[in-house]
Antibody
Framework: EVQLLESGGGLVQPGGSLTLSCAAS????????MTWVRQAPGRGLDWVSG????????SYADSVKGRFTISRDNSKNTLNLQMNSLRAEDTAVYYC?????????????????WGQGTLVTVSS | EIVLTQSPGTLSLSPGERATLSCRAS???????LAWYQQRPGQAPRLLIF???SRATGVPDRFSGSASGTDFTLTISRLEPEDFAVYYC?????????FGGGTKVEIK
């Protein structure tokens, strides 16, 4: 069974940093591109970042480019999101999700498996 | 950036009724790269439809998708109690990938 478990969320002050992790199991992690999608309270889904299966290629939404860094450790089946210079508008539940097919490049979806999310609150 | 406009914002229907949800793209996109998700309260999104009309594994056949130009439609033939949720379309044809704003299907 595919499982994705996010961790690392919490309360952080504006301008602060936080690192999210997503532990994957139940599938060959190194064969799948992965992504982070967030959802502000009461709002819709907002794509954040994606990474290829090997980790060699990454992509970001303009709203987080230069502040967030996506990475993965295929030896530990873990996806990460380093978030710096956090703003109030980054407050959201952050989901990690798996690409639908085992392919090397990040195609942008669809995403067939999602974690339960971790809440990030940016507030003073 | 491709904008996906979903309508209506809210659909009030009774169990057993037919639901028709719309997703309109601001530019032409290939139907190969259009997906639909369901999100129940407090849960993560769930992939329902990919390539505009293909059902994901385990999705009941009362869910169907179609495409016509820049217009995409998700149809639920007969609403079951568990279908009352928010539905999102998503495109991955052109970067950045984008989601629609969602349609809430609520019990009338």
């Amino acid at each position: 069974e595919v499982q994705l478990l996010e961790s690392g969320g919490g309360l952080v002050q504006p301008g602060g940093s936080l690192t999210l992790s997503c532990a994957a199991s139940g599938f060959p992690f190194s064969s799948y591109a992965m992504t982070w999608v967030r959802q502000a309270p009461g709002r819709g889904l907002d794509w954040v970042s994606g990474i290829s299966a090997s980790g060699s290629t990454t992509s970001y939404a303009d709203s987080v480019k230069g502040r967030f860094t996506i990475s993965r450790d295929n030896s530990k089946n873990t996806l990460n999101l380093q978030m710096n210079s956090l703003r109030a508008e980054d407050t959201a539940v952050y989901y990690c999700a798996r690409d639908f097919l085992p392919r090397l490049v990040f195609q942008g979806g669809p995403f067939d498996s999602w974690g339960q999310g971790t809440l990030v609150t940016v507030s003073s | 950036e491709i904008v996906l406009t979903q309508s209506p914002g809210t659909l009030s229907l009774s169990p057993g009724e037919r639901a028709t949800l719309s997703c309109r793209a601001s530019q032409t996109i290939s139907s190969t790269y259009l997906a639909w998700y369901q999100q129940r309260p407090g849960q993560a999104p769930r992939l329902l439809i990919f390539r505009a009309s293909s059902r994901a594994t385990g999705v009941p056949d009362r869910f169907s998708g179609s495409a016509s130009g820049t217009d995409f439609t998700l149809t639920i033939s007969r609403l079951e109690p568990e279908d009352f949720a928010v539905y999102y379309c998503q495109q991955s044809d052109k970067s950045p990938l984008t989601f629609g704003g969602g349609t809430k299907v609520e019990i009338k």
